[in-house]
């Protein structure tokens, strides 16, 4: 669908989860986990070769470039002094986490911190498309590092989508261009643009006018189990689809924006685009895992998603 993606990922961790097998025995799984890990995830299921710029480091640095590599994602990471964090939960009650313990993230060094530019730089300018992701949970990177990579990633026209909020969002649309924006309501009631408890369409789409007068291209909101709500310029959208049983919702959102962008890099038109973000998004919660999905399945869900164009307020 896509060539080749870069994608910023600047706090990435090794996830060990505690589980039960089918004979209720303990079961430990361990994967590579961050959201631009798994965006990356998506991105291959989709068609498209990301490429994950990130800081890596430590014990759990080794295992986390190993993890990486078993789902044929190429990573071209910097290596930190200080190990990578390591998230432990447990899934053995039922479906949701428990989280038990988690590492901090290292705060990197100023040659650490440059290099990660170069790299994502270098990497993006190659792509021509890039998707940039947040820090969680803590920031190991300045806040002037995504003004400083949204000037000159706009300069030299790389097309960009962005899944963060906050000062990392108002950062880059101070620094430059952003060609779309996935983010969702719960992380806007948290930045102060849509009030706690106003689920509305009408507090949404005002959310992502503010956010399109702020600079970006387009912007579209992920409201949990309630309809999409995009605006692409002056076009208002609703995307809707049927229910699915969830078995892990961790990951949908992240399976959206991979979507959005190998749709931006193939070219795809609005609202197939949106489509497709869709069918990714719900694919995401049928299974364990962030980011993996059946492509088939994304292809039947096509066509029971529905995109309609609303009156713009």
């Not at 996830?15 to 590579?32: C, G």
């Not at 986490?97 to 170069?118: C, G, K, M, Q, S």
């Not at 990579?149 to 880059?172: C, I, K, W």
């Not at 408890?197 to 009408?202: A, F, I, K, L, V």
Request: proline residues 4%; aromatic residues 6%; negative net charge.
């Amino acid at each position: 669908m896509a060539g080749t993606i870069a994608v910023f990922a600047p706090s990435v961790w090794v996830t060990v989860t505690l589980e039960q097998d089918a004979q209720e025995e303990d079961d430990v799984h361990l994967h590579a986990g961050g959201q631009g890990i798994w965006i990356a995830r998506m991105l291959r299921q989709l068609g498209a070769q990301p490429i994950v710029c990130a800081p890596v480091g430590g014990e759990s640095g080794r295992a986390f470039r190993g993890l990486t590599a078993d789902w044929g994602i190429e990573l071209r990471d910097v290596d930190t002094s200080a190990p990578s964090p390591v998230e432990v939960s447990d899934r053995r009650e039922g479906d949701e986490r428990r989280e038990l313990a988690r590492t901090r993230p290292p705060v990197l060094t100023r040659h650490e911190v440059d290099e990660l530019y170069n790299q994502t730089l270098e990497t993006a300018l190659a792509a021509g498309t890039c998707v940039i992701t947040g820090q969680f949970p803590e920031r190991s990177l300045p806040v002037s590092f995504y003004g400083r990579l949204a000037a000159d990633l706009t300069r030299y026209d790389v097309r960009v989508v962005g899944d963060f909020h906050d000062a990392e969002l108002s950062a880059y649309l101070e620094g430059g261009r952003l060609d779309l924006l996935k983010v969702s309501d719960g992380d806007l009631v948290n930045d102060g643009l849509i009030e706690a408890g106003d689920r509305s369409e009408q507090a949404a789409l005002a959310a992502a006018a503010e956010l399109q007068e702020q600079g970006a291209g387009a912007v579209v909101l992920s409201r949990s189990d309630r309809p999409v709500i995009a605006r692409f310029g002056e076009a208002v959208y609703r995307v809707t689809g049927p229910e699915l049983s969830k078995v892990d919702s961790q990951g949908s959102g992240d399976s959206m924006t991979a979507a959005f962008a190998a749709g931006i890099a193939a070219g795809l038109d609005t609202e197939p685009m949106l489509a497709r973000a869709w069918a990714a998004g719900a694919a995401n919660i049928t299974r364990r895992g962030s980011g993996g999905a059946s492509p088939g399945l994304i292809d039947e869900l096509l066509t029971h998603v529905t995109v309609d164009r609303l009156e713009a307020p």
